[in-house]
């Protein structure tokens, strides 16, 4: 159910001209291992989806997780 809710809010970003990149890459120069980054995705922080192997996110959602954080 959370996926698919992540795949509408990330559709309605793309929609508006925002660019999916990979949230390891997002949250890399922040201090986020891996793990942490997979493990607030999974708990529902991070607006994410799996596309084969790779969370992606856009930077705005990113910035939303950080300020409520």
Same mark, same amino acid.
Do not use: C, N
């Given at each position: 159910?959370? *996926? +698919?809710?992540?795949? &509408?809010?990330?559709?309605?970003?793309? *929609?508006?001209?925002?660019?999916? *990149?990979? #949230?390891?890459? &997002?949250?890399?120069?922040?201090?986020?291992?891996?793990?942490?980054?997979?493990?607030?995705?999974?708990?529902?922080?991070? #607006?994410? #989806?799996?596309?084969?192997?790779?969370?992606? +996110?856009?930077?705005?959602?990113?910035? &939303?997780?950080? #300020?409520?954080?």
């Amino acid at each position: 159910m959370r *996926e +698919s809710l992540d795949r &509408l809010i990330i559709a309605k970003h793309k *929609e508006k001209g925002a660019k999916l *990149e990979p #949230v390891s890459k &997002l949250l890399k120069g922040l201090g986020y291992s891996p793990e942490s980054t997979r493990q607030l995705i999974k708990r529902g922080k991070i #607006v994410a #989806v799996k596309i084969k192997k790779t969370w992606y +996110s856009t930077e705005d959602l990113i910035t &939303l997780f950080l #300020v409520s954080y």
